[in-house]
């Protein structure tokens, strides 16, 4: 019996760090729900959301964890109110959340506040934002072998609002939308949207990667779906001057040239 009760002890023991390890701490930092957030995991996964298409995890380290935390460990007591009610534009359930295993400590965020005090208050919030957005796009990796697409999208965007979005099928019908116009839809055969195809080819499959230099610039992605399949983005940043930053962006002014023909039937 002795021996009995020994050996459960011993399992017991070896059992409790597993089950301690089984939910690892965690961050979440939401702007607006389902639309503009991101979380990340101590040694596990990160997650980057900004609109309706660009949605990317990617493997993150303690090390990185660390440098999330303590950018925000100064709003854990209070989190980020508003300090004048009346400059809250329409999105007022954003909230930041700390999980580890004492519990779940959830604070406000009123992240579009326009105040002097408030905008002082987030430099380390933006910090934050930027560095989760530099990891997504640097470290998220496209599914390999995917068939070959049958629609493709190109938007332009804003904190998380499109300013500009065109899709293009491969033979069918092609819209255009702009914030400050109503949408417009046109033919699109299988010969322009390969030609349209054949400008991103040598991105296609793969990361595009810069250093920004200029903040809070617009920013956005080229989309290529497939059905059946997770979308491939190609994504940029008005404010990347590095790496493939001059041939990517030289190849957007001649892709949307190229969709304006299509849309004004030329």
Not at 141 to 150: E, R
Request: charged content about 25%.
């Amino acid at each position: 019996m002795r021996q009995l009760i020994t050996l459960i002890a011993a399992a017991c023991l070896l059992a409790a760090p597993a089950a301690a390890q089984t939910a690892p701490d965690r961050i979440e930092v939401v702007d607006r729900p389902e639309v503009l957030f991101y979380s990340i995991e101590d040694g596990g996964q990160g997650r980057f959301r900004s609109g309706d298409k660009e949605d990317w995890t990617f493997p993150v380290s303690h090390e990185d964890y660390a440098v999330i935390r303590d950018l925000l460990e100064p709003y854990r007591a209070e989190g980020r109110a508003c300090d004048d009610p009346t400059a809250r534009n329409l999105y007022r359930d954003g909230y930041m959340l700390w999980r580890d295993r004492t519990g779940e400590v959830r604070r406000p965020n009123d992240s579009f506040c326009y105040t002097p005090a408030f905008t002082a208050s987030g430099r380390n919030m933006n910090l934050a934002y930027r560095q989760m957005n530099d990891w997504a796009r640097a470290r998220w990796t496209p599914p390999p072998g995917l068939p070959a697409p049958t629609t493709m999208t190109l938007v332009w965007r804003s904190w998380g609002n499109r300013l500009v979005e065109w899709t293009l099928p491969r033979g069918g019908e092609g819209r255009y939308i702009n914030r400050d116009a109503q949408p417009v839809t046109f033919p699109v055969s299988e010969e322009q949207f390969d030609r349209f195809r054949a400008l991103f080819a040598p991105y296609e499959g793969s990361r595009f990667e810069c250093r920004r230099v200029i903040t809070d610039g617009a920013y956005g992605s080229l989309i290529w779906s497939q059905p059946g399949h997770a979308d491939q983005s190609l994504n940029f940043d008005a404010g990347c001057v590095s790496g493939d930053a001059a041939d990517v962006f030289q190849r957007l002014e001649q892709a949307e040239a190229m969709l304006a023909t299509f849309r004004d039937g030329g």
